[in-house]
């Protein structure tokens, strides 16, 4: 239940600082242009005076809170909130109950519920039917893809608003606000107030924190980055190893060496292993790579990627790490191809297709007379014995035509791998043009 203060638009003097900055109305909102500006999507709900069930889905700190208690202030509802973090079924009976006695009164409600991916499918079915009678307008807010957390009949009934991290301008902002609400200035250096910005990492609510810490002190001379720093302890950055953000950043990673850019792959590894990332996963991810996406265009990346495996287990963080990024830069270097991957995937569906075909009588075991007796290994040749050192035999199954499979393209190494496939081609169709000893 909002108290005195809330409901007058008033905070309390001694309130936090992020709230008392906490804007009166949509147009103060920063850094959400793209949703409340001129033509944005919720601008025109607002402007035609109705408003429909929405997630707003974005990162901590960027505005979710407050969006949804001036939407309701601005379209005329009543604010209602609750949190999956700390409700439970009870709560939301009691929620939807006071939203039917509000609507037969002829009064909308807004109901809020943050973190909404928190409540179990079961629960979030739950909400079905009052948004579809129009008991309430659902505004949920979550930091967790709505795709993979929600309901699909919840997010049908939705749309769902992304919401941006909070770039400099719009944190320079926020510290412009607070400047004027403290009536003094940030004592810091044009460097440290850069800075403090790269630390809050997106997040106003974290900024206007850590800008409140500086407010109290009692410096007389600006401090400096380094100062700075033995401040304000540096924030972990936005980082869930088992939610959306670890496959943004792995997928962004493995992208950036398939795309043959170090730089880009070396940042998105940092990126990771700053987030507290397994090293061990991503070095069974570089071995993916050095075979999906090399192969034999350049054969030492397997080697060099499961050595950087080893590397690590051996020395552990963070010397161990270095051998990641070196593993890394050599891949993101070597020739690209997938000849090797393309090729095993169709030979797997052609296993599928052709059930149980027996090898060839010529190169099938022959370890008893009876074996023998029946032709298996008859009219075998030792390649290595030929003049060419390549027989030409045919080493499918007599049922099936012959197939290509692998097809380098003659990057790196594979250059010279076609090459001699060239040249076995052309003397295997000259050797199966000539009938074989024994036939």
């Not at 709900?45 to 929405?54: I, K, Q, T």
């Amino acid at each position: 239940m909002t108290d005195l203060f809330e409901a007058s638009g008033i905070h309390p003097p001694d309130a936090p600082l992020a709230d008392r900055l906490r804007p009166r109305t949509l147009d103060e909102v920063v850094g959400q242009d793209h949703l409340l500006g001129e033509g944005g999507p919720i601008r025109r709900m607002v402007e035609a005076g109705r408003l429909g069930s929405m997630i707003l889905w974005g990162p901590p700190g960027t505005g979710k809170t407050t969006i949804a208690r001036l939407l309701a202030q601005a379209a005329g509802y009543q604010f209602q909130q609750i949190s999956a973090v700390f409700s439970g079924v009870a709560d939301l009976k009691k929620a939807f109950e006071q939203a039917r006695m509000r609507r037969a009164a002829g009064q909308s409600t807004l109901l809020f519920v943050d973190e909404i991916h928190r409540f179990n499918r079961a629960q979030q079915d739950g909400f079905l039917p009052f948004v579809e009678e129009g008991i309430v307008t659902l505004v949920g807010a979550t930091t967790e893809n709505p795709s993979f957390e929600l309901n699909g009949a919840l997010l049908s009934r939705s749309q769902v608003f992304v919401l941006k991290r909070l770039d400099d301008e719009a944190l320079n902002q926020l510290l412009i606000r607070a400047e004027a609400q403290e009536g003094k200035a940030l004592p810091l250096t044009p460097e440290a107030r850069q800075a403090l910005t790269a630390l809050a990492d997106g997040d106003g609510r974290y900024l206007l924190t850590m800008s409140e810490v500086l407010f109290g002190l009692e410096s007389a001379e600006p401090l400096d980055v380094q100062a700075l720093a033995g401040i304000l302890q540096k924030r972990a950055p936005a980082y869930d190893k088992s939610r959306e953000e670890h496959y943004n950043l792995i997928s962004a990673l493995h992208k950036s060496v398939r795309g043959s850019d170090p730089d880009a792959a070396l940042y998105w590894l940092a990126r990771m292993l700053n987030g507290g990332e397994d090293p061990l996963y991503l070095a069974r991810r570089i071995v993916r790579m050095a075979v999906e996406d090399i192969g034999e265009a350049d054969p030492l990346s397997i080697l060099v990627a499961n050595a950087a495996k080893d590397t690590y287990d051996f020395l552990g963080s963070p010397e161990g790490e270095l051998a990641l990024a070196q593993a890394v830069v050599h891949l993101a270097t070597a020739p690209k191809s997938v000849a090797v991957y393309e090729a095993f995937k169709a030979a797997k569906r052609a296993a599928a297709e052709t059930g149980s075909l027996m090898p060839p009588a010529h190169i099938r075991n022959a370890p008893t007379k009876l074996m023998k007796s029946l032709g298996y290994g008859k009219g075998y040749q030792y390649d290595p014995d030929t003049p060419e050192g390549f027989s030409g035999a045919n080493f499918f199954p007599d049922e099936m035509e012959r197939r290509t499979f692998y097809a380098p393209k003659g990057e790196g190494h594979e250059a010279k791998i076609r090459e001699r496939l060239e040249r076995w081609a052309a003397l295997r169709a000259k050797a199966q043009a000539q009938p074989r000893d024994g036939d």
